[in-house]
């Protein structure tokens, strides 16, 4: 059952220098209870997705298309509906857990507004609740820390605190921003067992967002690959890593590490840039004079959604 | 804590002996034969002879040098006597004590008037930001700063009292006599208080902390004022803190024009008459008020930021 459809989802900002499209084109559907992860740079937009997702996008923001959650179209729902599917429905791990916590006021209580805002616990129950969630979380002396403050929790518990208050709604699907950004490898084992353990626990969907195609592999049931606003290629996740269509996902493979770290030449073009073929058509190795004025759209290769004329 | 406190209060000694020195000194430095202003403010400047002036210069021991002068105050000051008044004779802290009330109580119902106003402004203006309501709230903040307040105060009086006849012209009494001069030391204080609100209120609502209490499905009531709010007092209590100190400096213009019988107009009178036993313990008074909110400011953070805490754990 398709839980998450998106649909020629558009959103751009306006600024002083014109419009940044940020997101172009998007068309995704998330399952009951399936991981997608979507890879990108930083700056393809991969982020403001999921922000545009849960609607928290900043005033300037202009989205449209359609964002299907079950049976209602995000985009046209009332703000006090909206309010009801974050948290409930949708929940958000955020990125940079040390700055996603308010840092006046106690861990504990944080956690508690979602339980009694979507569970309808009453205070005393909620305090209990968030405490055994810190617990279950990995966290010792749940209840001393449940009365910190932000800044007295390490960086690895703050994420832990963060995923506990994602998880208070008992949302169908969680969006986890670049949970692990910045992050040493060690930590970064902790945050793909912590997801894991989230999944386990709830039975929710995830979208992941990260450019750590490493993190991808470990938690994804498919991947969607995103390159200066657009989807350029969508698939499984053994498919995509064994036998990427799209030259630049092949691009991004090569430069691993593992693979002897090549890296893709050039950049990526400028979200407010209008271009009327294919967004990689400067840093391609296989483009012909069509990808440099043709639309490309989305299409079947392999298995594989890809956008580009050539892909094989 | 009490340490920290008591610290504190060291520091303000140390500054109390700055201000004294200053004062002493600008008192003395100001134009004119300070027994001869003297003389003049006692028997008035007709008719005055040599040997009264002379008589003064002896008896309030002008003649010595400052640096004895000053010393010789101190030590009084310190034992709790400030003199009396050149002028009336009176003691001087009697004087003050007399009107300190009248002071205070212009002065809190004016920091009063500025938080009503500035406070929602500040954060409807903020919550609401590009809106119309932003715009006219931004721009009756900045004239309420533009405008200087022995204007406003004239305005006020021309309006409120003259036209309309709703207040007393100036005096000092009731709540009615108090709402004119309240109201205009509170507008300039408004004016940057709300700008301050609103920007600290903007920056707050755009931290990573707010979009994480916007995920959980919170009302946007219950975001302003259970998670932005409390951060963004603390600019906002820093700058009230400065601001009531300011607000004595105020209070000197003010009650001047309506004719308040605070301290602010005594220092005034005192400066004319060359008092300098009073000016300086004015002076006195508003340093030590002044030292003494900032301390009270630095306190209230601990309730406001945990991060602070002024004891070793």
């Given at each position: 059952?398709?839980?998450?459809?998106?649909?020629?989802?558009?959103?751009?900002?306006?600024t002083?220098?014109?419009?940044?499209?940020?997101?172009?084109?998007?068309?995704?559907?998330?399952?009951?209870?399936?991981?997608?992860?979507?890879?990108?740079?930083t700056?393809?937009?991969?982020?403001?997705?999921?922000?545009?997702?849960l609607?928290?996008?900043?005033?300037?923001?202009?989205v449209?298309?359609?964002?299907?959650?079950?049976?209602?179209?995000?985009?046209?729902?009332?703000?006090?509906?909206?309010?009801?599917?974050?948290?409930?429905?949708i929940?958000?791990?955020?990125?940079?857990?040390?700055?996603?916590l308010?840092p006046?006021?106690?861990?504990?209580?944080?956690?508690?507004?979602?339980l009694?805002?979507?569970?309808?616990?009453?205070?005393p129950?909620?305090?209990?609740?968030?405490?055994?969630?810190l617990?279950?979380l990995?966290?010792?002396?749940?209840?001393?820390?449940?009365?910190?403050?932000?800044?007295?929790l390490?960086?690895?518990?703050?994420?832990?605190?963060?995923?506990?208050?994602?998880?208070t709604g008992?949302?169908?699907?969680?969006?986890?921003d670049?949970?692990?950004?910045?992050?040493?490898?060690?930590?970064?084992?902790?945050?793909?067992?912590?997801?894991?353990?989230?999944?386990?626990?709830?039975g929710?969907?995830?979208?992941?967002?990260?450019?750590?195609?490493?993190?991808?592999?470990?938690?994804?049931?498919?991947?969607?690959?995103?390159?200066?606003?657009?989807?350029?290629?969508?698939?499984?996740?053994?498919?995509?890593?064994?036998?990427?269509?799209?030259?630049?996902?092949k691009?991004?493979?090569?430069s691993?590490?593992?693979?002897?770290?090549?890296?893709?030449?050039?950049?990526?073009?400028?979200?407010s840039?209008?271009?009327?073929?294919?967004?990689?058509?400067?840093?391609?190795?296989?483009?012909?004079?069509?990808?440099?004025?043709?639309?490309?759209?989305?299409?079947?290769?392999?298995?594989?959604?890809?956008?580009?004329?050539?892909?094989? | 804590?009490?340490?920290?406190?008591?610290?504190?209060?060291?520091?303000?000694?140390?500054?109390?002996?700055?201000?004294?020195v200053?004062?002493?000194?600008?008192m003395?430095?100001?134009?004119g034969?300070?027994?001869?202003?003297?003389?003049?403010?006692?028997?008035?400047?007709?008719?005055?002879?040599?040997?009264?002036?002379?008589?003064?210069?002896?008896?309030?021991?002008?003649?010595?040098?400052v640096?004895?002068?000053?010393?010789?105050?101190?030590?009084?000051?310190?034992?709790?006597?400030?003199?009396?008044?050149?002028?009336?004779?009176?003691?001087?802290?009697?004087e003050?004590l007399?009107r300190?009330?009248?002071?205070?109580?212009?002065?809190?119902?004016?920091?009063l008037?500025?938080?009503?106003?500035?406070?929602?402004?500040?954060?409807i203006?903020?919550?609401?930001?590009?809106?119309?309501?932003?715009?006219?709230?931004?721009?009756?903040?900045?004239?309420?700063?533009?405008?200087?307040n022995?204007?406003?105060?004239?305005?006020?009086?021309?309006?409120?009292?003259?036209?309309?006849?709703?207040?007393?012209?100036?005096?000092?009494?009731?709540?009615?006599?108090?709402v004119l001069?309240?109201?205009?030391?509170?507008?300039?204080?408004?004016?940057i208080?709300?700008?301050?609100?609103?920007?600290?209120?903007?920056?707050?609502?755009?931290?990573?902390?707010?979009?994480?209490?916007?995920?959980?499905?919170?009302s946007?009531?219950?975001?302003?004022f259970?998670h932005?709010l409390?951060?963004?007092?603390?600019?906002?209590?820093t700058?009230?803190?400065?601001?009531?100190?300011?607000?004595?400096?105020?209070?000197?213009?003010?009650?001047?024009?309506?004719?308040?019988p605070?301290i602010?107009?005594?220092?005034?009178?005192?400066?004319?008459?060359?008092?300098?036993?009073?000016?300086?313990?004015?002076?006195?008074?508003?340093?030590?008020?002044?030292?003494?909110?900032?301390?009270?400011?630095?306190?209230?953070?601990?309730?406001?930021?945990?991060?602070?805490?002024?004891?070793?754990?």
């Amino acid at each position: 059952m398709t839980l998450l459809s998106i649909k020629n989802l558009n959103t751009a900002f306006k600024t002083r220098n014109g419009e940044v499209q940020a997101c172009r084109n998007i068309d995704l559907d998330i399952e009951v209870g399936q991981t997608v992860g979507i890879i990108g740079e930083t700056g393809c937009g991969k982020s403001v997705l999921g922000m545009s997702i849960l609607k928290l996008l900043p005033y300037n923001a202009r989205v449209t298309g359609e964002i299907r959650y079950l049976e209602q179209n995000l985009l046209t729902l009332s703000d006090q509906a909206m309010r009801e599917i974050r948290g409930g429905g949708i929940g958000l791990l955020p990125q940079s857990p040390s700055t996603s916590l308010n840092p006046a006021m106690k861990i504990g209580t944080q956690i508690e507004e979602g339980l009694v805002l979507h569970r309808k616990m009453g205070k005393p129950a909620a305090k209990q609740k968030a405490v055994d969630m810190l617990t279950f979380l990995g966290i010792k002396k749940a209840k001393k820390v449940s009365e910190q403050f932000p800044h007295q929790l390490s960086g690895g518990m703050k994420q832990r605190a963060l995923a506990a208050i994602s998880i208070t709604g008992e949302p169908r699907l969680l969006i986890a921003d670049e949970p692990t950004k910045g992050l040493d490898a060690i930590v970064k084992t902790q945050v793909v067992e912590l997801l894991k353990q989230l999944k386990a626990e709830t039975g929710a969907a995830l979208l992941l967002i990260t450019h750590d195609l490493k993190v991808a592999e470990c938690l994804c049931d498919k991947i969607v690959v995103m390159y200066s606003g657009e989807i350029i290629e969508m698939a499984a996740t053994q498919k995509i890593l064994k036998k990427p269509a799209h030259p630049y996902t092949k691009g991004l493979l090569q430069s691993l590490p593992e693979a002897g770290m090549t890296p893709i030449p050039g950049q990526s073009p400028s979200l407010s840039q209008v271009i009327s073929g294919c967004r990689f058509y400067d840093r391609c190795e296989i483009r012909q004079a069509a990808c440099r004025y043709q639309r490309v759209p989305l299409s079947v290769v392999n298995g594989s959604q890809v956008r580009c004329l050539y892909a094989d | 804590m009490y340490r920290y406190i008591g610290k504190r209060l060291c520091l303000l000694l140390i500054v109390i002996l700055g201000v004294t020195v200053l004062t002493f000194t600008l008192m003395h430095a100001a134009p004119g034969d300070m027994a001869e202003m003297i003389a003049i403010s006692r028997y008035g400047a007709e008719n005055l002879t040599t040997a009264e002036v002379e008589a003064i210069r002896l008896s309030e021991g002008l003649d010595s040098p400052v640096m004895v002068q000053y010393f010789h105050w101190l030590t009084h000051m310190i034992s709790g006597d400030f003199g009396n008044s050149l002028i009336t004779g009176e003691p001087v802290l009697e004087e003050i004590l007399i009107r300190l009330p009248a002071t205070l109580k212009l002065s809190f119902a004016a920091l009063l008037v500025s938080l009503v106003i500035a406070i929602p402004a500040g954060v409807i203006a903020a919550s609401k930001q590009h809106s119309l309501m932003d715009y006219l709230t931004m721009s009756s903040a900045l004239i309420g700063t533009s405008v200087p307040n022995f204007w406003l105060g004239l305005l006020l009086i021309l309006l409120f009292s003259v036209t309309l006849g709703w207040f007393p012209v100036f005096g000092y009494g009731g709540l009615r006599y108090m709402v004119l001069p309240a109201l205009t030391l509170g507008a300039g204080l408004a004016g940057i208080t709300t700008r301050l609100t609103r920007s600290s209120m903007l920056e707050v609502l755009n931290q990573d902390y707010v979009t994480t209490a916007r995920s959980k499905g919170l009302s946007e009531r219950r975001i302003i004022f259970k998670h932005a709010l409390k951060n963004a007092f603390i600019p906002i209590i820093t700058v009230i803190g400065i601001q009531l100190g300011h607000l004595l400096g105020g209070t000197v213009i003010v009650e001047s024009i309506f004719a308040w019988p605070g301290i602010g107009k005594l220092l005034v009178d005192s400066i004319y008459a060359r008092d300098f036993a009073t000016v300086q313990a004015c002076a006195l008074l508003f340093a030590i008020i002044f030292v003494l909110i900032n301390l009270i400011v630095d306190v209230l953070y601990l309730f406001l930021n945990p991060k602070i805490s002024y004891q070793k754990e």
